[in-house]
């Protein structure tokens, strides 16, 4: 549906900072659910944070850590990633809604997802 650009990953020590970008071609991108995910090896993909409107929503885990934005008019949304620690090491994916969405499916499950990016990689160091 939407095709995705990441960029921004890379490694850093324990307690530092990086900002995820990821931009998207969809000329109705401010409509758009998007949201990042994040996989580890051998990990399933989880959920990380997501923006719907204005409205956004993260896991327990990076909750005052991380910040999920959006500048619709650069079709980018964005992961502030601040005090980073070992176990946020994964590679990170955002994510973009199908154009149809069941609603009973979460906002937080990929399946609710058409279009994902190619995945950067977090390392963080202690």
């Known amino acids: 549906q939407v095709q995705l650009v990441e960029s921004g990953g890379g490694s850093v020590q324990a307690g530092g900072s990086l900002r995820l970008s990821c931009a998207a071609s969809s000329r109705t991108f401010s409509r758009n659910v998007m949201g990042w995910f994040r996989q580890g090896p051998g990990e399933e993909r989880e959920f990380v944070a997501v923006?719907?409107?204005?409205?956004?929503y993260y896991r327990d885990s990076v909750k005052g850590r991380f910040t999920i934005s959006r500048d619709n008019a650069k079709n980018t949304v964005y992961l502030q990633m601040n005090s980073l620690k070992p176990e946020d090491t994964a590679v990170y994916y955002c994510?973009?809604?199908?154009?149809?969405?069941?609603?009973?499916?979460?906002?937080?499950?990929?399946?609710?997802?058409?279009?994902w990016g190619q995945g950067t990689q977090v390392t963080v160091s202690s």
């Open positions: 923006i719907s409107g204005v409205s956004t």
């Open positions: 994510a973009a809604e199908r154009q149809y969405v069941p609603g009973s499916i979460r906002l937080d499950t990929p399946a609710r997802y058409g279009s």
